[in-house]
């Protein structure tokens, strides 16, 4: 809700414009600031467009660069959430209905590449559009090709067929997710024929996890070589985008410790996760819809999580009794990311010898007597070993193994950011 006194600072008008539309901001401007009638913020964006095609400047690599309907013009970061959606909803129908943009396929493409990315296949109004838009896309790239299109590169080209496939695996019929493997198998061999082997593999865990969902098996786990090739891309837009003053920056990183942590690597997961969430308050503010969706990353991310024997999950919460006991409160879901009912949970104490981790626990290793030179080292959890009744650990120190320990000489490590911080 705007602040009373807000006006927009186009028409410098305060409150609702003609039609009861409210003023509007999603982007990183704050205080009094930054509100806009939406209408007021297409009306910008349009003379701003024509006045690119007037000039002959209509090009696929302006859109991307201007973003004159995807970003605040003062603050030049991305609109968020609702208004993204209805920025992009008012460029399609601009662009279509224009027709000195007929000819400017690489800008049509880009839009409709933009507007797919706003829609939300949950919704049925959504699913119909992008349906559409994919289908507008496949025509599209068809006549560009058939016509030598210069702004039709290939890299483009993978992308439009990567979108294609995010959006039917989104949609997660079985006859959408056929439609999304196969378009995510083009979109893959494209970027093997580039040399870009990083986007190809972190597509061929895309593909993955399709062929999982057909199967009705679980996910698979991400491995090394996936992790090795999200790390590289995220590095590569931090060397290309604005820097950490980008909100796309937060975006496109948050992606990285989220496959860290699902493959178990929570500490690595965690530091990231929190450099980017105080970059984000730093920037954009505490109240950006970006830094929120970052805060509730990490708080699911920074609890740790165990079971005590009867099949039902619980968070741990520290350790009492010079840690011969740990204090727990739930059940709470198996998924972490599923809303919980606090009420209905239960908080008590057990002994700490009951307590078996879950996979990515970060631990802290003691009471090693042959091995005592690990002694409070850290790492995470990544495997449990039946027949030894031992967990594997895998090292924070890279320079050392992973380890199979008994569960009694380890403890939950609840502060990564402090690593040498014992939580007894």
């Given amino acids: 809700m705007p ?39 297409v009306q910008y964006a349009k003379s701003k467009t024509k006045d690119f095609a007037e000039r002959g400047e209509l090009t696929l690599s ?21 208004l993204y959606y209805d920025m992009t909803k008012a460029q399609l129908s601009f662009v279509e209905n224009e027709k000195e943009f007929k000819g400017a396929n690489g800008w049509y493409l880009g839009t409709l590449r933009r507007r797919i990315h706003a829609l939300d296949g949950k919704k049925e109004a959504d699913r119909v559009e992008g349906e559409e838009i994919c289908a507008k896309m496949l025509t599209l790239i068809d006549n560009m090709k058939k016509n030598g299109d210069p702004q039709l590169d290939v890299f483009t080209l993978a992308s439009v067929y990567h979108d294609i496939g995010r959006f039917n695996y989104e949609l997660g019929t079985n006859q959408c997710l056929e439609r999304a493997k196969y378009y995510l198998e083009i979109s893959r061999d494209v970027f093997v024929t580039m040399g870009d082997r990083d986007s190809a593999v972190a597509i061929e865990s895309n593909i993955a996890n399709v062929e999982a969902r057909l199967s009705g098996k679980n996910l698979p786990t991400k491995n090394e070589s996936v992790l090795s090739a999200q790390r590289a891309h995220y590095n590569r837009f931090m060397l290309q985008a604005v820097g950490q003053n980008d909100v796309r920056t937060t ?19 965690l530091r990231l996760l929190e450099k ?3 970059a984000s ?15 509730f990353l990490l708080k699911r991310f920074q609890a740790r999580y165990v079971s005590i024997g009867n099949g039902l999950n619980y968070q741990a919460l520290r350790y009492e009794n010079d840690g011969k006991s740990c204090v ?22 057990v002994p700490t010898a009951v307590i078996y981790f879950s996979l990515g626990s970060p631990v802290m290793l003691h009471g090693l007597k042959k091995a005592a030179h690990l002694y409070g080292e850290i790492g995470d959890v990544r495997e449990f070993c039946q027949s030894t009744d031992r967990c594997v650990v895998h090292l924070d120190d890279k320079g050392l193994k992973p380890v199979k320990v008994k569960y009694e000489n380890l403890c939950i490590l609840f502060d990564v950011a402090d690593p040498k911080k014992e939580s007894s």
Avoid at 254 to 262: G, S
Avoid at 328 to 349: A, C, L, Y
Wanted: aromatic share 8%; hydrophobic share 30%.
């Fill in 3 to 41: 602040p009373d006194g807000a006006s927009c600072w186009m028409c410098l008008e305060e409150g609702p414009d003609d039609s009861g539309a409210p003023l509007v901001r999603d982007c990183s401007r704050r205080g009094h600031s930054g509100f806009a009638h939406l209408q007021c913020l």
């Fill in 276 to 278: 980017l969430a105080c």
């Fill in 328 to 349: 727990i409160q739930g059940p709470v879901p198996k998924n972490i990311f599923e809303p919980r009912n606090v009420d209905n949970e239960k908080t008590f104490s």
């Fill in 251 to 269: 975006q496109v990183g948050v992606r990285l410790p989220t496959a860290l942590f699902e493959a178990y690597h929570t500490i690595e997961a």
């Fill in 62 to 82: 302006t859109m991307f660069v201007e973003k004159l309907f995807e970003r605040c013009p003062n603050c030049k970061q991305e609109f968020q959430g609702d």
């Fill in 281 to 295: 308050r730093r920037v954009h503010g505490s109240d950006h819809r970006v830094t929120a969706d970052t805060a």
